[in-house]
């Protein structure tokens, strides 16, 4: 399973960057409490921090979601970070043989010599348990830094909150939320060609914006040689995503033309990716960027003409990523 990452809300912004410059700091505190109601994006909030204090590049505050512990991060594989959870789905707690586990991989030196990061849903855990976590938090070992997460407080032993330094995760308010989502909303209406039927399907899918977002960060791995062409295939078949990777596709070969001819940075459609779609622009070359936009403008009329079966659309994918890699081999 791999850990999906959107970008941080823009509410949660002052909390993440006091958290990165509290552990800059030398007094930093080595247990962080996340508090705040259900549903409102503390673990991911706590995901990003973990990811960019293990992030070998950092960019400012960011990770720069390129580096082998980004990488490893996103692959739910990276050997400094550890998430504890309960057991099994049916068991709905850690309880204390876990914590005795936890309590020593904590004594333990980080696998690459850095920070290493645990994440606990503190109220998950048994009170047997909690009253044997206490010492961890008291005499934690060097770099190492525990994100409990919390959605209430009232309900948790004043042992464990006096540990730890808190940082409650404001719930947006409604202004917050329609500037947030009225900008999504205008990429999903931009790379749906403002055709409402293609709109509805794209907000139907709740992962959209994940889905989005870990395309193009892929896509542009693959540009710069960091991933191979198959990985994106792959992750884009094992999902059945063939229909929606198009569309991407097109918006951003669209967007890379853009560039190349000058048009105003205004027009690109996929803004957050700014910064990537220029920066390479001029090793892209503009007669093959143009012979591919007409291939797959190509392609998806046969698509829209065709029924729309899975094994069409996967040729139809499989065809436009190999004019893909002609292109920018
Ligand atoms: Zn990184």
Known sequence: ????????????????????????????HHAIMLTGLSNIGKIKLAYHMAKSVLCKNTQG????????????FDNNSHPDFHQITPPTYKQKTVGIEQIRQTN????????YGGYQIFLISIQSITTEAANAFLKSLEEPSDKTIIILICDNKHKILPTIISRCLLFNIKTPNKNDLINYYSSQYESIFAHN????????????????????????????????????????????????????MMEFVHSIIMDILLTITGIESAKITNQDFISDITKNHRKYNKLKIIQLLKYINYIRSISQ?????????REIFA????AFNETFA
């Not at 505050?61 to 490893?72: E, F, G, P, R, V």
């Not at 020593?104 to 696998?111: A, T």
């Not at 791995?221 to 991933?227: M, Q, R, S, T, V």
């Not at 065809?319 to 190999?322: E, G, P, S, V």
């Open 319 to 322: 065809r436009i990523i190999l």
């Open 61 to 72: 505050n960011n990770a720069c979601q390129k580096c082998d512990s980004c990488l490893q």
């Open 305 to 313: 003409d065709s029924l729309n079966t899975d094994t069409l659309h």
């Open 193 to 244: 060609f403002n055709r409402p039927a293609l709109i509805e399907k794209a907000i139907g899918n709740k992962n959209y914006n994940n889905i989005r977002h870990n395309f193009f960060k892929n896509f542009f791995l693959f540009i710069n040689d960091n991933i191979s062409l198959e990985y994106i295939c792959k992750i884009t078949t094992d999902e059945n995503l063939e229909p929606i």
């Open 104 to 111: 020593k991989q904590i004594i333990n030196k980080s696998f």
């Open 1 to 28: 399973m791999t850990i999906p990452i959107a970008p941080i809300y823009p509410w949660q912004t002052n909390v993440f960057d006091g958290f990165i410059k509290s552990c800059k700091s030398l007094k930093s």
